[in-house]
């Protein structure tokens, strides 16, 4: 089973996931804009690696969105238990 903490780590991945594909973003796109490599970001995607701090910031720098925003609308997503 796993702890609140990595749901709510592969919750903020899928969001991003989502919002570079309603953007019309390839993968090698988001990874250029953000600094990263294209490989890393779609084992990310797959929840086959998980992303250092810096990492989920420069994607959601390179998408333009509130990283912080999406932790906290993943924690409300995952519940409320501690």
Same mark, same amino acid.
Request: charged letters at 30%; hydrophobic letters at 40%; glycine letters at 6%.
């Given at each position: ?6 749901? %709510? ?11 570079? +594909?309603?953007?019309?973003?390839? /993968?090698?796109? /988001?990874?250029?804009?953000?600094? %990263? ?13 998980? &992303? ?6 420069? /994607?959601?720098?390179?998408?333009? %969105? +509130?990283? &912080? ?14």
């Amino acid at each position: 089973m796993e702890d609140r903490a990595t749901r %709510v780590n592969w919750t903020i991945i899928e969001c991003l996931a989502k919002i570079r +594909s309603e953007r019309g973003l390839s /993968l090698q796109a /988001l990874a250029d804009q953000a600094g %990263v490599d294209r490989s890393y970001v779609g084992l990310l995607e797959k929840h086959k690696s998980r &992303p250092t701090l810096e990492v989920a910031l420069r /994607l959601a720098y390179a998408l333009g %969105v +509130s990283l &912080p925003r999406l932790i906290e609308d993943a924690e409300k997503a995952c519940g409320d238990e501690s």
